[in-house]
């Protein structure tokens, strides 16, 4: 759809008695969720006359944003929705914590705030999203489309290697890749799938896939409880066929230790961490289904997948392309980008996006195809060696009777000589000499840890990601000890 001044990208892509999502006891179509929407963004405050904030190339201004601290997925989806048709940036973000929200307002002056439940102790004016059915469907209205380059949110990594840092994502780069996971994982306008995710919607792995999805795709997305084993089985019970389950490592690995059996599964969808072949494979054998995962980050989305069992060689989406880049990148006019990209790597590129250097460190099979390496940040440099702590920590959570567990490295690795890795554990039923011995046998002496720590639980965030503060806090009680 063209309109003066360049591309424009409807808010949707289905048809208005299409259901888009699920709550406990009613289903929401595209027409109730656009009327919904409509209401919400009456009730925000104005920043400026509706529709006038666009998405401005690096360094422009972006208006007034909104942060969305809805908690329910169907309540954040009519927030993002109605910031679009207000005009505002949704600022997307894990870290919710008072010192967070605080450092948060005093970065975008006038910050204003959308929550679904009381919250006591927010000193941010908010609007209240209404947990009241969807407002009815008025016919005769246009259906509404914004510039692909309109600055739409502001997402914020999880932490997990350092402070969060916003990544500015254009209406059009949000709706391209949402098409395009469409199309990869064949979803069917005669057989919409229902998604169960265990994710959040405000992490951009669960906001592709349970909250922008069934925007552009043939897709439901269920809106209750589905974060604990016995709530999947019954959120999945409670949608039709064919059934899409989008979760995480942990939580697929909680599920495969949890008696009893799911709802018949069309696929599996995992991302955030690297899923091992044999966790895959005992899903796929157990539930009848494949098992397939997501590769993104914050900076870019989703961009790639593969099914696990069938091999390591990643497949990008159909629009995306991957290319070897020795310069920084740079930001083509009008489209919303960060400000310092990375100087190198292979870069990502996509309809409505600046191309984008990964940090993670890729073999290029082709400009569609590649084999994934490891974080740059994950290998370490020991007794003039390297290693991949994720490989480490994959040896240890392999281990007979450990539940969890992570290599940490001491900041003083590389320039103290006698520094070592330190590794935590969660394992009940085993002591810290057991799982050393252990580890003893399966990886050389230069990389054992110094010590085991066991711990009753990791820091993880809701996503299974540890982040870096917690981790740091962790390693200085454990230095305490």
Known sequence: ???????????????????????????????????????????????????????????????????????????FALGFAACLLRGRVSLLLGDRSAPRLAALAAAYPGLHALIDAPTPDLALPATMVG????????????????????LAAIVFTSGSTGEPVGHRKSWGALAARSIDAGRRFRLRPDRPAAIVATVPPYHMYGFETSV?????????SWCGPAFYPVDVAAALAACPEPRVLVTTPLQLRAL???????????????????????????????????????????????????????????QSYPRVRL????????????????????????????????????????????????RLLG??????????????????????????????????AP?????EPTARLLAFAVAPRLTSDDI???LRARIEPLFLPRRVVRVARLPRDPLGKLPAGALAALRAQADDA
């Open 212 to 220: 922008l999805l069934p925007l552009h795709a043939a897709a439901a």
């Open 411 to 415: 900041d003083d690795l590389e320039t």
């Open 131 to 150: 947990t009241e059915p969807p407002a009815a469907a008025r016919s005769g209205e246009p259906l509404p489309a914004f510039p692909a380059d309109r």
């Open 323 to 370: 290319r070897q880049s020795s310069a920084p990148a740079r930001v083509p006019a009008g489209v919303a980008a960060d400000d310092d990209p990375p100087a190198a790597g292979v870069a990502v590129h996509a309809p409505h996006a600046m191309p984008w250097p990964l940090s993670d460190r890729l073999e290029l099979c082709d400009p569609t195809r590649f």
């Open 1 to 75: 759809m063209a309109e003066a001044g360049g591309y424009s990208v409807p808010l949707l892509a289905r048809a208005p008695g299409d259901i888009l999502f699920r709550l406990p006891g009613q289903s929401v179509s595209a027409a109730a969720f656009l009327a919904a929407a409509r209401a919400l963004a009456a009730r925000l405050p104005a920043d400026g006359p509706p529709g006038a904030l666009v998405g401005a190339p690096r360094g422009g201004a972006i208006g007034v944003p909104v942060v969305n601290l809805c908690t329910d997925r169907f309540g």
């Open 436 to 438: 050393l011995a252990a």
């Open 256 to 314: 495969l230790a949890a008696p009893g059996s799911l709802p018949p599964l069309a696929r599996v969808i995992s991302a955030t961490a690297p899923l091992p072949v044999e966790m895959a494979a005992a899903a796929e054998h157990r539930w009848g289904t494949e098992v397939w995962e997501i590769f993104g980050a914050t900076e870019v989305g989703s961009i790639a997948s593969r099914r696990t069992v069938a091999g390591e060689v990643w």
């Open 375 to 408: 974080r740059r940040t994950d290998l370490v440099k020991l007794g003039g060696r390297r290693v991949s702590l994720a490989g480490l920590t994959r040896i240890l959570t392999g281990i007979e009777g450990v539940e969890d567990g992570v290599f940490v």
